[in-house]
């Protein structure tokens, strides 16, 4: 349902606007309205990474099954997060592209350790960590839960947003739409 949710909101964003191709000048307001849903869908996905970090550390032998994607949410909150200015060699600073997906750190060969997702700063969610229960299987299926949650929040997030980060929320809608189907029907248990 969310993917078809986003799939028509992605053909939404995707079409609006004017057709001549021509670009007027972003409205301050719409530029911070951006800026707040993007910041707002990091969170979303952020919290995602903490509810997998928190099932990995209570049940590390599901890390096969688990890290890839842990691994792909790590990358939706780098793709989600703000540029960060880096320095240029004479000192300035110039801003540069977020990470890409390329360049996120590969899976942890044991569980990963908490906070340590490619793009986590740390400045995200807090609080006490998620609550896990002490069955993988219910922990699972309680992870494939906040997929469906964090998959409806882009989806519902993406009808607000300027196309080209429509489309990024469409995306990441969908990815977590896929990753609910694996952990509740895509592995054998």
Do not use: W
Not at 162 to 183: C, G, K, Q, V
């Amino acid at each position: 349902m969310a993917v078809g949710a986003a799939a028509g909101g992605l053909l939404t964003a995707c079409t609006d606007g004017d057709d001549d191709g021509s670009r007027g000048p972003t409205s301050a307001a719409a530029v911070r309205a951006a800026k707040a849903l993007r910041v707002k869908s990091a969170g979303t996905s952020r919290e995602l990474l903490r509810q997998y970090d928190a099932v990995l550390a209570r049940h590390p032998d599901q890390a096969t099954r688990l890290t890839p994607l842990r691994g792909a949410v790590a990358r939706h909150v780098t793709a989600l997060s703000p540029p960060q200015p880096s320095k240029k060699k004479d000192g300035s600073a110039k801003p540069s592209p977020s990470s890409s997906a390329s360049s996120a750190p590969s899976a942890p060969s044991s569980a990963p350790s908490l906070g340590t997702a490619a793009g986590d700063t740390g400045g995200g969610a807090s609080g006490p960590a998620p609550s896990v229960p002490a069955d993988p299987g219910a922990a699972i299926r309680k992870l494939a839960a906040a997929e469906r949650r964090a998959s409806d929040a882009h989806a519902d997030a993406l009808v607000h947003a300027p196309p080209e980060l429509a489309r990024l929320l469409a995306s990441l809608a969908a990815a977590d739409a896929a990753h609910a189907y694996l952990l509740t029907e895509g592995f054998s248990s």
